[in-house]
């Protein structure tokens, strides 16, 4: 979800700064005489003197009750937005480390990064997969994996998630006395030329 997020609003930050870039572009360098086009009435920018704001779009509004209002609500939904996407952004950070009870009142401490090259090293190693890259989030107070398998042409995703599932996964549960550790996984497939027949 949040990845969607993320992308939708880059790509809408990127299309209407690209927008607001060309309509200066054309403005500013005079474009229209140059190249003798004329431009929509709505654009705003027709020359090199013009500018976003004039002074009687400026004024135009001050006399209007709703106009302040209206604003200071639209600009504290901005901020609303860009708190909450800041905050979701902080949430979901990676595990750094899990401690793991050695069973004699002393405690070891596991970083969470060798964790998961251990895990993705026991992931790739299985039947069918190419390449496997591990992320360990902490999701509600437990340790979740992000596992993405990249898996080779002759692969069944069955297999490879069960495979996944009974080893690496359970392996590392064991390893680390976790209860649970569950796991999202992404399956692609790897890239190969097609074979030809015949």
């Given at each position: 979800?949040?990845?969607?997020?993320?992308?939708?609003?880059?790509?809408?930050?990127?299309?209407?700064?690209?927008?607001?870039?060309?309509?200066?572009?054309?403005?500013?360098?005079?474009?229209?005489?140059?190249?003798?086009?004329?431009?929509?009435?709505?654009?705003p920018?027709?020359?090199?003197?013009d500018?976003?704001l004039?002074?009687?779009?400026?004024?135009?509004?001050?006399?209007?009750?709703?106009?302040?209002?209206?604003?200071?609500?639209?600009?504290?939904?901005?901020?609303l937005?860009?708190l909450?996407?800041?905050?979701?952004?902080?949430?979901?950070?990676?595990?750094?480390?899990?401690?793991?009870?050695?069973?004699?009142?002393?405690?070891?401490?596991?970083?969470?990064?060798?964790?998961?090259?251990?895990l993705?090293?026991?992931?790739?190693?299985?039947d069918?997969?190419?390449?496997?890259?591990?992320?360990?989030?902490r999701?509600?107070?437990?340790?979740?994996?992000?596992?993405?398998?990249?898996?080779?042409?002759?692969?069944?995703?069955?297999?490879?998630?069960?495979?996944?599932?009974?080893?690496?996964?359970?392996?590392?549960?064991?390893?680390?006395?976790l209860?649970?550790?569950?796991?999202?996984?992404?399956?692609?497939?790897?890239?190969?030329?097609?074979?030809?027949?015949?």
């Amino acid at each position: 979800m949040l990845k969607t997020v993320n992308r939708v609003l880059l790509g809408l930050t990127g299309v209407l700064l690209v927008a607001l870039g060309a309509a200066v572009l054309v403005g500013a360098l005079d474009l229209p005489r140059h190249w003798d086009f004329s431009l929509p009435s709505a654009w705003p920018f027709g020359g090199p003197d013009d500018v976003l704001l004039t002074d009687a779009d400026r004024r135009r509004w001050r006399g209007r009750d709703w106009w302040w209002p209206v604003l200071l609500a639209a600009l504290a939904v901005l901020l609303l937005l860009a708190l909450w996407w800041l905050f979701a952004q902080l949430r979901r950070r990676r595990l750094r480390e899990i401690v793991i009870d050695c069973g004699d009142g002393e405690v070891a401490r596991l970083r969470g990064p060798a964790l998961e090259e251990a895990l993705a090293a026991e992931a790739g190693a299985l039947d069918g997969v190419d390449r496997a890259h591990v992320v360990l989030t902490r999701r509600r107070g437990e340790p979740e994996a992000r596992v993405t398998l990249t898996l080779a042409p002759h692969a069944a995703p069955a297999a490879a998630l069960r495979q996944l599932d009974a080893e690496a996964l359970r392996n590392a549960r064991m390893s680390t006395g976790l209860e649970r550790l569950p796991a999202k996984v992404r399956l692609r497939a790897v890239r190969h030329r097609a074979e030809r027949v015949g």
